[in-house]
């Protein structure tokens, strides 16, 4: 089974940084791309950014670009969301997901929901 695990989340002064990991097992993790989403109370899931299989090929929404880096480690199973100068509006729980293949199929693709792993809360406040 596949089983994604989603780690680091906390609360943070505006401007600050966390590091979010997802630790997968049950599957190849090097044959599949990866996607952080994230969801706001009360709000609709939003795609965050997504990395091919071996990590040469990245992509974000326009919300957490230039702020966010998605990045991955083949050898260890992980899979990292460096986010950085956060604002109250990235507060959400973050979700790590898996797509069907090497990459995603459109731009902001969203995997299906039986593939994300359990979120991290990321609450950013003063």
């Known amino acids: 089974d596949v089983q994604l695990q989603a780690s680091g989340g906390g609360l943070v002064q505006p401007g600050g940084s966390l590091r979010l990991s997802c630790a997968a097992s049950g599957f190849t993790f090097s044959r599949y791309a990866m996607s952080w989403v994230r969801q706001a109370p009360g709000k609709e899931v939003e795609w965050v950014s997504a990395i091919n299989s071996v990590g040469s090929s990245t992509t974000y929404a326009d919300s957490v670009k230039g702020r966010f880096t998605i990045s991955r480690d083949n050898t260890k199973n992980t899979l990292y969301l460096q986010m950085n100068s956060l604002e109250p509006e990235d507060t959400a729980m973050y979700y790590c997901?898996?797509?069907?293949?090497?990459?995603?199929?459109?731009?902001?693709?969203?995997?299906?929901?039986?593939?994300w792993g359990r979120g991290t809360l990321v609450t950013v406040s003063s």
């Open positions: 997901a898996k797509y069907l293949g090497t990459t995603w199929m459109w731009e902001s693709q969203i995997p299906m929901k039986k593939y």
